[in-house]
């Protein structure tokens, strides 16, 4: 058995099959004996494969139906994820109330999420007293994270003017100066990689007066930077990154493993800011399901690895235990 082709399924976007489905991706799983196969959308996923996996990033009814039914008739196969442990990281409140739950071992630093609160219409916006609980500058981020590019049209909100222009349901955060630096933390299984992205830079109190009352953004650390060399934020402060010290990766490996744990999910990256002011104090600020992954180094030999470990890993589990 051991040395039998896996077979892994895939059913993605296909601005999503684009960035991920990548021939070095192909050409690395198949000499490792995986083969990448693309899933029939317009077909019953029962009808296809047999599939060892089946990896997805598609969120209908539809889609939950279609698992449902392959998995009646193969129960062998590993679905990664299930669609109820993916949904928590579709609306921006519950992806991060789970930072709350994680046990971390470490008494030097500190990790939690910046204040924030849900905003569901206009009239709240103005009246809603939790509003006035929070320090401007703030972020306002679409509630739902659903991958459209809808879901990554962000502002920054400088003062009540700059409230007015915003488009409910929203959640409304404090923006923490981090030194326009972001960590993003991919995960893969147990595998975990910690990179560095430009993030937006600091703001300074004087902006706070700004009349235009806010700033509409979009993606900004995947912007035509060149990550590798020193960049000038719009506040006109040179960012670098390769002067940025990481956090301690012990720190970031206990963060990865138990939200691993907590969520129940295999495929996921993290955005984590160090408190400009306090140094020992961490934010996560957004949890992505099915990342960009291309962008993560040797991506090709991280998923082929996890694909031969979940799929061997299920093998050997039943082979032990044959009825379970
Ligand atoms: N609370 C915050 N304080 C400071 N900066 C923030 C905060 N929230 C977001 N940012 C900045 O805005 C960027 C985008 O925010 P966020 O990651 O929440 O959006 P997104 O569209 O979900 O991003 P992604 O492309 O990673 O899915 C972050 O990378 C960071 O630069
Ligand atoms: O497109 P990119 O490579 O930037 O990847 C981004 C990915 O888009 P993709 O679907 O095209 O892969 C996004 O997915 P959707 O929310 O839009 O579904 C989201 O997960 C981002 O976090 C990813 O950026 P990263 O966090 O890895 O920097
Ligand atoms: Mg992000
Ligand atoms: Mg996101």
């Known amino acids: 058995m051991a040395d039998r082709r896996i077979i892994v399924g895939y059913a993605l976007s296909t601005k999503k099959q684009e960035s991920f489905i990548q021939d070095s991706l192909v050409a690395f799983a198949s000499s490792r004996g995986v083969d990448l196969v693309k899933i029939d959308l317009e077909r019953p996923l029962a009808d296809q494969g047999p599939f060892d996996c089946v990896i997805h990033k598609l969120y209908s009814e539809d889609w939950r139906r279609q698992l449902?039914?392959?998995?009646?008739?193969?129960?062998?196969?590993?679905?990664?994820?299930?669609?109820?442990?993916?949904?928590?990281?579709q609306s921006r409140i519950s992806m991060l109330q789970v930072v709350s739950q994680l046990k971390l071992e470490s008494s030097t630093m500190f990790l939690g999420i910046p204040n924030q609160i849900v905003i569901y219409d206009n009239d709240s916006l103005f009246n809603e007293p939790a509003c006035a609980s929070l320090k401007f500058p703030l972020i306002a981020k679409p509630l739902a994270a659903d991958g459209s590019a809808e879901s990554h049209k962000l502002a920054l909100i400088f003062n009540r003017d700059g409230l007015g222009k915003l488009n409910p349901p929203i959640v409304l955060q404090e923006f923490v100066n981090h030194g326009g630096v972001i960590f993003k933390v991919y995960v893969v299984g147990e595998r975990v990689t910690?990179?560095?992205r430009k993030s937006l830079p600091d703001v300074s109190d004087d902006k706070l007066g700004s009349p235009e009352g806010s700033l509409s953004f979009s993606q900004v650390s995947n912007s035509a930077i060149n990550e590798k060399h020193a960049d000038r934020g719009c506040n006109g402060l040179m960012l670098h990154l390769e002067n940025t010290e990481m956090p301690p990766q012990s720190f970031i490996n206990d963060i990865a493993r138990e939200l691993r744990q907590v969520m129940k999910l295999n495929l996921f990256n993290f955005d984590v800011i160090r408190d400009a002011r306090v140094g020992t104090r961490y934010l996560i600020i957004d949890i992505n399901y099915f990342p960009g992954y291309a962008k993560m180094p040797c991506y090709e030999a991280v998923l082929t690895e996890f694909f031969c470990n979940i799929v061997r890993g299920r093998e050997k589990k039943r082979e032990e235990d044959p009825v379970a």
């Open 68 to 89: 449902v039914d392959f998995t009646a008739r193969y129960p062998d196969a590993v679905i990664v994820d299930s669609l109820d442990a993916i949904e928590r990281l």
């Open 194 to 196: 910690c990179v560095k």
